[in-house]
Structure formats: structure tokens, C-alpha cells
């Protein structure tokens, strides 16, 4: 919603946080890690020199990759912060979501999401936009519209 109202992706993912930690008092408890604490470390995580096999081990094995919100919301954010510092682009990132193993749709979504909203239509190749629209023979340009004038 931020990228949409036109933030950039840094300060997205700062409100993005800050909701998650204010999100904390409402909702049910339950047995797993507190979303907004593991969102934070998780954006301090980094790409060491380029070895993306070992930043896909370090999401995969210690964030996790299953449909649960603190593990999907959470790998989303590691990976659109990588994108927000320059270490990935937009189609880099996803792809890794994509990749990662677990529940690799909704991960994928959710980043694709975030940073559709942050970065536009631009950040993703055409020639695949429109490859996507044929082969499911979509036409998304009216439920966009209709989203954003609901929203």
C-alpha cells in the first residue's frame, strides 16, 4: 500500500515493519516466532559477496519456507530488502523466491506484490508480462483498476 501511495522500497518495508510490530497486540497467540522481531533480523541478513546458493540456505534452513506468516512474510522481506540495497533486482529476487523450496508460490506472490507496488511495471520484463497474460489468456488491466479504486 506504501509503494503504492509512492514510497520508495526502503521506507515501504520500514512501515511494513512497524505494522507487523503493531499488528503484535491484536489477533490470537500462537506457539512460533514473534513476526515483526524476525522481519527486522531477517533484513539485516545480506549476500555475502555475491553467494546467493548460501543466502538461499541461510532463508531456506533458518527462516523457513512453509505458508505460516512468520516464515512466508518473513522470507518476502529478506528478499525485498536485498532488492532495496541494490544486492538483487526485482526479477532476481523472485526467481530466488520461487526456488527456495516450501511454499514457493505464496512467497513469490507476496514479494512479487511488494515490489510490483514499490518499483512498477517496469522492474518486470515485458516479453514475460505478456507471455503470462497469453498463456492464461488474462486480461489484468480492468481488476487492477478495479483494486486500486476500491482501495
Known amino acids: 500500500s506504501a509503494g503504492i501511495n509512492g514510497v520508495d522500497l526502503g521506507e515501504a518495508l520500514n512501515i511494513g515493519t512497524q505494522i507487523a510490530q503493531q499488528a ?58 536485498q532488492v532495496a540495497v541494490g544486492e538483487m533486482n526485482a526479477i532476481e529476487a523472485l526467481c530466488m523466491a520461487a526456488s527456495l523450496g516450501g511454499d514457493t508460490d ?11 507496488a514499490c518499483l512498477g511495471m517496469q522492474c518486470w520484463p515485458e516479453a514475460m508480462i505478456e507471455q503470462v497474460k497469453q498463456v492464461n489468456q488474462l486480461d489484468l488491466e480492468p481488476l487492477v483498476q478495479g483494486l486500486l479504486e476500491l482501495r
Request: without cysteine; glycine residues 10%.
Open 24 to 81: 503484535e497486540n491484536h489477533g490470537h497467540w500462537i506457539a512460533g516466532g514473534r513476526i515483526a522481531t524476525r522481519i527486522s533480523w531477517a533484513r539485516t541478513l545480506s549476500v555475502d559477496s555475491g553467494d546467493k546458493a548460501l543466502f538461499t540456505d541461510l532463508l531456506y534452513e533458518l527462516i523457513g519456507t512453509s505458508v505460516a506468516s512468520q516464515e512466508s512474510v518473513v522470507v518476502s522481506f529478506a528478499l525485498a530488502q
Open 106 to 116: 505464496t512467497i513469490a506472490a507476496i514479494l512479487g506484490a511488494m515490489l510490483g
